[in-house]
């Protein structure tokens, strides 16, 4: 190979190493749009030109089932929670970002850094008692610790990232 040709096989492979990782395309959501994932994401749905992460209920489900029963401040009692980790959705999104901002649908927002994450807390709630949430039930998603599984789920700081009627997460360095 001659000098001239190792230089352009090189400089086509530095090229082709700085691009950015291309994006796993997601299978679209069948039935009504429950959470749009947008922002710092290594993947998206198919048919999305913004290319943001949209999910359903079924989409929610094949992602890992958590259940855990636990009080609140917000409702009286202990109540079942059924949803999926933060962490599977933000994984399926392929979300890079240091920091979520988890949106309601009266766009109040919250940030909760990633780095703080853990596999079972916090879940995206879809299901109170078994049954789908409705806006004013706090639905259709809540972000739900285990509150009374340890005192570190019982602070300001959480109770603040407790976010229901949320519709939509972004994800930011």
Same mark, same amino acid.
Request: hydrophobic content about 40%; cysteine-free; charged content about 25%.
């Given at each position: 190979m001659?000098? &001239?040709?190792?230089?352009?096989?090189t400089v086509a492979i530095l090229s082709f190493a700085s691009l950015p990782a291309l994006a796993d395309t997601l299978p679209a959501p069948t039935g009504k749009v429950l959470l749009t994932i947008? %922002?710092?994401?290594?993947?998206?749905?198919? =048919?999305?030109?913004? !290319?943001? +992460?949209?999910?359903?209920?079924?989409?929610?489900k094949s992602l890992g089932t958590k259940v855990f029963t636990t009080s609140t401040i917000w409702v009286e009692g202990d109540v079942e929670f059924t949803g999926v980790s933060l962490s599977d959705v933000l994984d399926y999104a392929g979300a890079t970002g240091a920091?979520? %901002?988890?949106?309601?649908?009266?766009?109040?927002? +919250? =940030?909760?850094?990633?780095? %703080?994450? =853990?596999?079972?807390?916090?879940?995206?709630?879809?299901?109170?008692? !078994?049954? =789908? &949430?409705?806006?004013? !039930?706090? !639905?259709?998603?809540?972000?739900?610790?285990?509150?009374?599984?340890?005192?570190?789920?019982?602070?300001? +700081?959480?109770?603040?990232?407790?976010?229901?009627?949320?519709?939509r997460i972004e994800s930011v360095n």
């Open positions: 001659s000098l &001239m040709n190792t230089f352009r096989a947008s %922002g710092d994401l290594n993947n998206q749905t198919a =048919e999305a030109p913004d !290319g943001s +992460v949209t999910l359903d209920l079924e989409i929610l920091t979520i %901002g988890a949106i309601a649908s009266n766009d109040y927002k +919250v =940030e909760i850094p990633t780095d %703080g994450l =853990e596999a079972d807390a916090p879940i995206v709630a879809y299901l109170m008692n !078994g049954s =789908e &949430m409705s806006a004013r !039930g706090k !639905g259709p998603l809540w972000i739900v610790y285990p509150y009374d599984d340890d005192a570190k789920y019982r602070t300001e +700081v959480i109770y603040s990232r407790s976010i229901w009627q949320m519709d």
